[in-house]
T-cell receptor, first 112, second 115 residues
């Protein structure tokens, strides 16, 4: 079983839709959860960084962590064609470590 | 502009060539990393440097040789690569390798094709 599972997609949605991107994980020791956005032929950029369970909101983006279900989500409201990218989840055990475990990424296409 | 600059952005090399990838970070960070990103695979951590000292070599074949002359610059020297080494090589940096609130920032990557 992979430590982090992420549906590769592609996920195609119409402009303006609410997008839900998800990752499941197997190790209950993960405490810190991140979402990165990666445009085609570019490096990943950090979108959201959350600790433990709960929600965190930043503009149109909401990150949600459910540690009891070992499930994390990224919601994008009012999706735009410019949101078309691959979204990578990542997680780690402590705040200071570089040992991130990444998902394989979900490719999102927002259609105008 | 992420503050982490990689050159070249694209590289095609033969299996007998020797080439190098270069990374420079302008963020004042002390830790630098090399990752490999292949299609449909998670990011693979290759090497970690913290304050210019290599702190991790993640079982990377010796045909990949990193060099970190200072905290701002990182190189990946390549020689006698195999076609399966074709991938996106990402450089990254963070404040330091083990510190509270550490966040990793990536460069735009170097696309490597081995022919």
């Amino acid at each position: 079983q992979k430590e982090v599972e992420q549906d590769p997609g592609p996920l195609s949605v119409p402009e303006g839709a609410i997008v839900s991107l998800n990752c499941t994980y197997s190790n209950s020791a993960f405490q810190y959860f991140m979402w990165y956005r990666q445009y085609s032929r570019k490096g990943p950029e950090l979108l959201m960084y959350t600790y433990s369970s709960g929600n965190k909101e930043d503009g149109r983006f909401t990150a949600q962590v459910d540690k009891s279900s070992k499930y994390i989500s990224l919601f994008i409201r009012d999706s735009q064609p410019s949101d078309s990218a691959t979204y990578l989840c990542a997680m780690t055990f402590t705040s200071g470590t570089y040992k991130y475990i990444f998902g394989t990424g979900t490719r999102l296409k927002v259609l105008a | 502009e992420t503050g982490v600059t990689q050159t070249p952005r694209h590289l095609v090399m033969g299996m007998t060539n020797k080439k190098s990838l270069k990374c420079e970070q302008h963020l004042g960070h002390n830790a630098m990393y090399w990752y490999k990103q292949s299609a449909k695979k998670p990011l693979e951590l290759m090497f970690v440097y913290n304050f210019k000292e290599q702190t991790e070599n993640n079982s990377v074949p010796s045909r990949f040789s990193p060099e970190c002359p200072n905290s701002s610059h990182l190189f990946l020297h390549l020689h006698t690569l195999q076609p399966e080494d074709s991938a996106l090589y990402l450089c990254a940096s963070s404040r330091q390798a083990d510190s509270s609130g550490n966040t990793i920032y990536f460069g735009e990557g170097s696309w490597l094709t081995v022919v």
